[in-house]
């Protein structure tokens, strides 16, 4: 075994001339054939609104239960000039774009209200929301996280609140 005490041996200098100049040399590549050197996988929506400015955002979290029902928070969102969010299951099977996502990997809201349908409150979605002005949760189970945070909070089923809530705006702008 060989060892070598710490200090024993002194770094060399380098040579200043050395140092400031590198050694270039030409690479033949050839891309001949090659169709595809950038693959797009997902296109980032850049235009429209955004959710990071929304004033009001309606999120829809796995308790949705379905894609469809995802149409009632785009549908409550639009109805109270805002947007709809989504928690990242929703994104990862396909519900809704990125660009929709809230939380540590998705987009940061601030908005004056954050209504949350279906979403447990995982900390990593509440990065994304925990700056709003009020938030309003729905869900079945009492003791979700998301009440922990929520100024309003509904034990129910969101399908439910939600339709109840676009027929309550309705009649608002009927009336
Ligand atoms: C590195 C990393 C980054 C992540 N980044 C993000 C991120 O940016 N954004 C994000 O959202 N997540 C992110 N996640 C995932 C996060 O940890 C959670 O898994 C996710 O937020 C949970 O989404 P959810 O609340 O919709 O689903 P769930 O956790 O499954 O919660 C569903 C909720 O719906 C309730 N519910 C069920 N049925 C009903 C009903 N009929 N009516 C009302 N409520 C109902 C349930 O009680 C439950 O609380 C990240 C995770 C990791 C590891």
């Known amino acids: 075994m060989t060892a070598l005490l710490a200090n024993a041996v002194s770094p060399r200098p380098v040579e200043p001339a050395a140092a400031a100049s590198p050694v270039t040399c030409d690479v033949a590549v050839d891309l001949d054939g090659v169709e595809e050197r ?21 999120a829809g979290g796995r308790g949705l239960g379905v894609s469809e029902h995802f149409a009632l ?6 109805k109270l000039g805002g947007l709809a969010g989504a928690s990242r ?3 990862d099977d396909g519900w809704i774009d990125a660009s929709r996502q809230v939380g540590l990997t998705g987009r940061i809201t601030r908005p004056r209200l954050y209504l949350a349908a279906g979403v447990s409150g995982a900390t990593q979605h509440m990065v994304g929301c925990s700056a709003a002005k009020t938030i309003v949760a729905v869900n079945t189970d009492p003791d979700a996280p998301i009440f922990r945070h929520a100024r309003y909070g509904i034990v129910g089923d969101c399908v439910e609140v939600l339709r109840e809530l676009i027929r309550a705006v309705d009649q608002m702008e009927v009336t």
């Open 73 to 78: 928070v785009e549908e409550l969102a639009g």
């Open 38 to 58: 950038v693959r797009v996988v997902e296109a980032a929506k850049a235009e429209g609104p955004r959710l990071e400015d929304a004033e009001i955002v309606v």
């Open 89 to 91: 299951p929703l994104v």
